[in-house]
């Protein structure tokens, strides 16, 4: 292996912003360079908890075990596309996007890598369904948990139910916006597991344990669970692991944002879990609440664009954004307090000074 950086992705652009803080190189999506529907490559976010590893496709294998399985096997890239294709437009959040808030709101930090509103992004995902892959290997009755693994240093991993593993739109992806996956994204296989937090889409998968009981690592029980005084602790975890993402929505502005005065058009994205997001409404400067237009592209498990005339005037302003999904979630004003800073998605008062 080359003399490896924490990240493949060589000179990060003004596309992101690094996370300080974290352990390892971590990078967010600046949401102000975005300009389309989809996350470009180039700026889609990276959360690594060991260094980007560069694995040979050529002799990549993913190996399927345990005793939720019939029999174990071993796959290579020629058995993968030898299965259906599928491609599905789909998130990828951190549980622990804009963490940062929470020291904002309590007057200390939460948990690890420090982001601000740019953990997330949408992508493209081409690959094949995880429930083909472990027919493969014949998954019994009796199976209940998932655990994909990691071939990075720590052996990320972190289980999922047999329900979510066998859903029709939980994939093993080999490309990204119609490009081989990259490096830094899990190439030359990750999963993607529609609306659940991104820690469950572990990259560059390498073996996949199928068990008969409930299954545990660091990463359901010692991190990416809500933890503290609110929170019932779900033994062996040390509170509740986090599952599906709940609605949130952003500007697509720095922090604090920079516009120039007159009539001009705010634009930004809501996001919620599984499901879709039903409205998204703005208010400026603690004015009423006004609907803002949603973009033509809102399918669950992904974002959608939303945006709003404005009559900018010069001065400083806050602005207001809260989103409500299908089944009637919204954003809260605040989120509880928790030790590892996750789910973050209270209504945020945007700074955006009009010069
Ligand atoms: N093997 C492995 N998979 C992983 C991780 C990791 O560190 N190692 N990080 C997880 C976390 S916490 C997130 S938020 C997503 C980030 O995916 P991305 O880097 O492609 O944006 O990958 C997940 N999959
Ligand atoms: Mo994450």
Not at 148 to 173: C, V
Request: charged letters at 20%; proline letters at 7%; aromatic letters at 8%.
């Amino acid at each position: 292996m080359p003399d490896t950086p924490d990240l493949d992705k060589s000179t990060p652009d003004a596309s992101f912003l690094s996370v300080p803080n974290g352990e390892r190189a971590n990078a967010e999506t600046r949401l102000s360079q975005l300009t389309g529907y989809l996350t470009p490559i180039h700026a889609f976010y990276v959360r690594n908890h060991s260094p980007t590893p560069i694995i040979d496709a050529g002799t990549w294998r993913l190996r399927l075990e345990g005793d939720g399985l019939a029999r174990e096997v071993s796959l290579g890239l020629a058995d993968l596309a030898a299965l259906p294709r599928i491609t599905r437009i789909r998130a990828i959040e951190c549980a622990g996007n804009a963490r940062t808030f929470f020291e904002r709101d309590y007057g200390r930090q939460a948990g690890n890598a420090q982001w601000q509103r740019g953990a997330i992004g949408v992508a493209e995902w081409t690959g094949v369904r995880l429930a083909d892959v472990l027919a493969r290997a014949g998954v019994r009755e009796d199976a209940v948990d998932v655990l994909p693994e990691g071939l990075d240093a720590d052996r990320f991993s972190r289980p999922l139910p047999i329900e979510k593993a066998l859903a029709d739109d939980t994939l093993i992806a080999l490309s990204m916006n119609g490009e081989p996956l990259p490096a830094d994204h899990g190439a030359p296989a990750r999963l993607v597991v529609s609306g659940w937090l991104g820690a469950a889409s572990v990259k560059w998968l390498g073996r996949i344990k199928v068990a008969r009981r409930r299954l545990y690592t660091h990463w359901n029980t010692q991190d990416y669970t809500l933890a503290g005084p609110d929170y019932p602790a779900q033994a062996p975890a040390d509170g509740v692991p986090v599952t599906v993402m709940p609605v949130m929505s952003f500007i697509d502005l720095d922090w604090p944002g920079r516009m120039p005065a007159g009539a001009t058009r705010l634009h930004g994205r809501a996001f919620s879990g599984e499901g879709r997001v039903a409205h998204v409404e703005v208010s400026i400067d603690d004015g009423p609440w006004q609907a803002a237009d949603l973009g033509d592209i809102n399918q669950p498990a992904a974002w959608v664009c939303w945006s709003l005339a404005w009559q900018a005037t010069v001065g400083a302003h806050e602005i207001r954004v809260r989103a409500t999904d299908e089944q009637g979630n919204c954003q809260p004003e605040s989120v509880p307090w928790n030790d590892h800073g996750v789910l973050y998605n209270a209504i945020l008062a945007h700074p955006v000074e009009i010069a």
